[in-house]
């Protein structure tokens, strides 16, 4: 069966969708830890991240890099923050965490809740920071 990220991917689970090549997906976190906070997963569905072939795992963090750049642009920031926890759902991915402090990078604190049109907000500045 299907993850849910590949569903995403797949267009049946609806998302706010940040990026896409045609070997990744970006898209928002719908329990962010900040606004802004993204996912990036590999259209391959791998379980844990370091199962991912050397040519696989370098060109996604390439391609993080990118959508990191665009959220440092469109979301007040110190820094983004990358982690990579891999036990919440069996898909490899990579979380980009637009932080201020190391704090804010604490998955266990309470997460941010937006509105769709809060979501919607922050997708359109992401994706037109480009």
């Known amino acids: 069966m299907a ?7 797949q267009g049946e689970i609806p ?3 940040i990026a896409e090549d045609d070997r990744f997906f970006a898209f928002l976190d719908i329990n962010p830890l ?3 906070h993204t996912l990036v997963v590999p259209k391959q569905e ?12 370098g060109p996604m963090m390439v391609f993080a890099k990118k959508v990191a750049k665009a959220i440092e642009k469109a979301v007040p920031c110190k820094r983004i923050a990358v982690a ?4 919440e759902v069996p898909h490899a991915h990579i979380h980009l ?11 266990k ?10 979501f919607l907000d ?9």
């Open 97 to 107: 965490v637009p932080i201020t402090q190391e704090g804010d990078l604490d998955f």
């Open 3 to 9: 993850t849910i990220f590949t569903r995403i991917i």
């Open 122 to 130: 922050i997708q359109k500045r992401i994706t037109s920071a480009f």
């Open 46 to 57: 791998t379980d844990y991240i370091f199962n991912l072939e050397d040519d696989t795992i």
């Open 15 to 17: 998302c706010y969708k």
């Open 34 to 36: 900040s606004k802004g």
């Open 84 to 87: 990579v926890i891999g036990l």
């Open 109 to 118: 604190k309470e997460h941010v809740k937006l509105s769709t049109e809060e």
